[in-house]
């Protein structure tokens, strides 16, 4: 349907092209009235080349969006489209003036000094035009990323010129990082002002996550980490394997050395009546909650079947 619209549109703007060309030179209607003061063939003839520019643009960006579309990598395809878009309406605006006044130096001058007068009056838009372009090209975020930004959470549906569109995760609704169902729409102009967090879609689509027990001291340490570490590996080591080597291929990448694990590992942080073990994995963030869910089911029944080896605080209910 798009590339019949488009081919249309191109035709139709040839169309009015040679329409408009043959009215310039030939003069068919002289004998026309005025039209506000103009002859009718400047009014038509120009009105035609309008219509031409216009339809023309249209068709050739119609056929690049669905060439585009066509492409596996939706995030570029997003981009390269917002650029066009970006790129036909300059192009078009500065060719329909120019057909109107033909006179390009007084153009440019008068856009110059039009410009300067928006600077002044549209700072906020044009900021969040500047941002569009520096998320454009150091890409700290794109479509389909679940990203925060400000005090804004959620997963990136549409980045346009002037603001980006979020599907709302957390929220005054939900909690533990479940979609709400509302759109939040930020501008763009917020990124160079405020922090800018990327849940996994920058150079690796994992982060590490920890679900936490707390036992009493009384507690057979050694097992317990066992039975965290054994319930891990067996609901997702595969899986975290594949992410330890994207985690390590997107950290060469940075001058930044860190210490990455093979497995699962389990921290110790002690407290006034109880030890909490704390089992940090590495998850894709979308499942990172429902993954936390069945890893706490999975080993607090492990847990319960062993009450000479496993004991809770005695505040607490088995």
Same mark, same amino acid.
């Given at each position: 349907?798009?590339?019949?619209?488009?081919?249309?549109?191109?035709?139709?703007?040839?169309?009015?092209?040679?329409?408009?060309?043959? %009215?310039?030179?030939? !003069?068919?209607?002289?004998?026309?009235? *005025?039209?506000?003061?103009?002859?009718?063939?400047?009014?038509?003839?120009?009105?035609?080349?309008?219509?031409?520019?216009?339809?023309?643009?249209?068709?050739?960006?119609?056929?690049?969006?669905?060439?585009?579309?066509?492409?596996?990598?939706?995030?570029?395809?997003?981009? *390269?489209?917002?650029?066009?878009?970006?790129?036909?309406?300059?192009?078009? *605006?500065?060719?329909?003036?120019?057909?109107?006044?033909?006179?390009?130096?007084?153009?440019?001058?008068?856009?110059? %000094?039009?410009?300067?007068?928006?600077?002044?009056?549209?700072? =906020?838009?044009?900021?969040?035009?500047?941002?569009?372009?520096?998320?454009?090209?150091?890409?700290?975020?794109?479509?389909?990323?679940?990203?925060?930004?400000?005090?804004?959470?959620?997963?990136?549906?549409?980045?346009?010129?002037?603001?980006?569109?979020?599907?709302?995760?957390?929220?005054?609704?939900?909690?533990?990082? =479940?979609?709400?169902?509302?759109?939040?729409?930020?501008?763009?102009?917020?990124?160079?002002?405020?922090?800018?967090?990327?849940? !996994?879609?920058?150079?690796?689509?994992?982060?590490?996550?920890?679900? !936490?027990?707390?036992?009493?001291?009384?507690?057979?340490?050694?097992?317990?980490?066992?039975?965290?570490?054994?319930?891990?590996?067996?609901?997702?080591?595969?899986?975290?394997?594949?992410?330890?080597?994207?985690?390590?291929?997107?950290?060469?990448?940075?001058?930044?050395?860190?210490?990455?694990?093979?497995?699962?590992?389990?921290?110790?942080? =002690?407290?006034?009546?109880?030890?909490?073990?704390?089992?940090?994995?590495?998850? =894709?963030?979308?499942?990172?909650?429902?993954?936390?869910?069945?890893?706490?089911?999975?080993?607090?029944?492990?847990?319960?079947?062993?009450?000479?080896?496993?004991?809770?605080?005695?505040?607490?209910?088995?």
């Amino acid at each position: 349907m798009r590339r019949s619209v488009a081919v249309g549109s191109i035709l139709v703007g040839i169309a009015a092209m040679l329409g408009g060309a043959f %009215v310039a030179r030939v !003069g068919p209607l002289e004998t026309w009235p *005025t039209i506000v003061g103009y002859s009718a063939d400047l009014v038509v003839g120009r009105g035609l080349l309008v219509v031409a520019v216009t339809a023309l643009l249209f068709g050739s960006y119609q056929l690049l969006v669905g060439v585009l579309m066509r492409s596996p990598n939706k995030r570029r395809a997003h981009n *390269t489209r917002n650029l066009l878009r970006l790129a036909f309406g300059f192009i078009g *605006t500065i060719a329909t003036l120019a057909v109107l006044t033909e006179n390009w130096l007084g153009l440019l001058l008068s856009l110059g %000094v039009i410009g300067f007068a928006i600077t002044f009056a549209l700072q =906020q838009p044009l900021l969040s035009l500047i941002a569009w372009v520096y998320i454009t090209v150091k890409q700290p975020y794109g479509v389909g990323d679940r990203v925060r930004i400000d005090d804004a959470k959620g997963d990136v549906i549409e980045i346009d010129f002037l603001v980006t569109t979020l599907w709302e995760i957390n929220g005054e609704l939900v909690t533990t990082n =479940q979609p709400s169902g509302r759109v939040v729409t930020v501008p763009n102009s917020v990124v160079l002002s405020s922090n800018v967090v990327n849940f !996994g879609g920058g150079g690796s689509p994992y982060v590490w996550n920890e679900v !936490g027990i707390q036992v009493a001291y009384e507690t057979d340490l050694e097992f317990a980490r066992a039975v965290m570490r054994e319930e891990a590996e067996d609901l997702f080591g595969e899986e975290m394997a594949e992410g330890i080597a994207a985690y390590r291929e997107a950290l060469a990448e940075t001058p930044v050395e860190l210490e990455v694990y093979d497995h699962p590992t389990i921290n110790v942080t =002690q407290g006034d009546s109880w030890v909490e073990l704390r089992l940090r994995y590495l998850t =894709q963030p979308r499942r990172g909650q429902r993954v936390k869910n069945e890893l706490y089911e999975r080993i607090l029944d492990r847990f319960n079947d062993e009450p000479d080896r496993v004991s809770f605080p005695v505040s607490r209910n088995r």
